[in-house]
């Protein structure tokens, strides 16, 4: 008997194939928090619209302060050259007289001031100069030939202390009583001081108020970075940090944009200042280039106001931080 050999039924049935996607992986709780409470995130945002307006107001306002500074500098400056030349020359006046002869006059005068103590040099001015003298506000082409113009005779001093004068103004009142007069342009010089001080006054009353609107800025932008962050400084409360730690990082924030501002302020000054220099040199060869030269100089501040325009980009970045503290404690309290 021939049994059949029966394979046992096959079990290779296909079935439906699908495809097992795996779960989502979890978001990480960083990405899932707001931008500005991110771990590494700072506590005032580094890079916004409110601080790149910020440092572009205290870099206007510090162009501006540089400015006064400079222009300050250039006027002292200037001042004290008008005056170094000016207290270094005295004049002596020869007024004509009826029944004298004013070249005689004139020669005794030179006599009297070489014989000074103190007196380097002298110069006798002829008519004709001293009548051109007279232009500026006579006017050109008249003809002054029947007029008493006075002579006049400059002296210039040795320039080794402050010479006495009494006794050539003595001199003169002895030897030409009512013709001649020593002036030594004090009159003058105080004047030219007062009007250096009060210009160089209002300069720096000028830096003054705009490093007070600069901190007026800061104020405003100090209130609103504290308003937009309240959340965050309400979790920084309540983990445990105390005022002064959050008033540490807006001072430090407030003053790196001070200290961007300050430089681009600064450095757009000099900027000008150079431009003005280089300008004025182009147009000195011209009368109105002497002109300007001889009222302001070529332009040139010199060390004082290099300094004086770097000094106040940094005061103004110090000026920033400082308000910002203060600020933030004012806030929180």
């Known amino acids: ?26 978001a990480s709780p960083q990405d899932a928090l707001p931008a500005t409470l991110r ?11 409110a ?11 510090t162009f501006l302060a540089a400015l006064c500074a400079g222009a300050a500098e250039i006027v002292a400056s200037s001042a004290d050259q008008w005056q170094g030349s000016v207290a270094q020359e005295v004049t002596i006046q020869i007024r004509p007289n009826p029944g004298r002869d004013l070249d005689a006059d004139v020669a005794r005068a030179e006599a009297l001031a070489k ?23 006579l006017g050109s082409g008249l003809d002054l030939s029947d007029l008493p113009v006075p002579r006049l005779v400059a002296l210039r001093l ?15 009142a ?14 003058w010089l105080r004047r030219l001081s007062t009007m250096a001080n009060t210009f160089v006054g209002g300069g720096i009353g000028l830096v003054a108020l705009v490093l007070v609107a600069t901190g007026l800025a800061v104020v405003f932008a100090t209130r609103g970075a504290m308003a937009g962050n ?16 959050i008033a540490r990082a807006f001072q430090r924030r407030f003053f790196r944009l001070g200290l961007r501002g ?41 060390w004082r106001g290099y300094a004086s325009v770097l000094l106040i980009g940094v005061i103004a970045s110090v000026v920033t931080g400082i308000v910002s503290r203060l600020t933030v404690r004012r806030f929180l309290a």
Request: glycine share 8%; charged share 15%.
């Open 1 to 26: 008997m021939s049994a059949s050999s029966k394979s046992p039924p096959s079990m290779s049935a296909n079935p439906t194939s699908r495809t097992v996607t795996p779960p989502p992986a979890s």
């Open 51 to 61: 601080s790149r307006a910020l440092a572009a107001v205290i870099a206007i306002l």
């Open 115 to 137: 014989a000074t103590p103190g007196i380097a040099s002298t110069r006798v001015y002829s008519k004709a100069e001293a009548e051109r003298l007279l232009e500026p506000w």
């Open 39 to 49: 771990r590494n995130a700072p506590l005032v945002p580094t890079d916004s619209a």
């Open 230 to 245: 309240r959340e965050v400084v309400e979790v920084l409360h309540f983990v445990g940090a105390d005022d002064d730690f």
């Open 174 to 187: 002895e030897t030409l009583p009512g013709v001649a007069s020593l002036d030594d342009h004090a009159l």
């Open 262 to 302: 300050g430089i681009i302020g600064s450095g757009a000054a000099l900027a000008a200042f150079a431009l003005a220099g280089f300008v004025a040199r182009a147009w000195q060869s011209g009368p109105a280039g002497e002109e300007i030269e001889a009222l302001f100089g070529a332009f040139h501040i010199g």
């Open 158 to 172: 040795t320039g080794v202390g402050s010479p006495d004068l009494k006794p050539l103004r003595a001199s003169l």
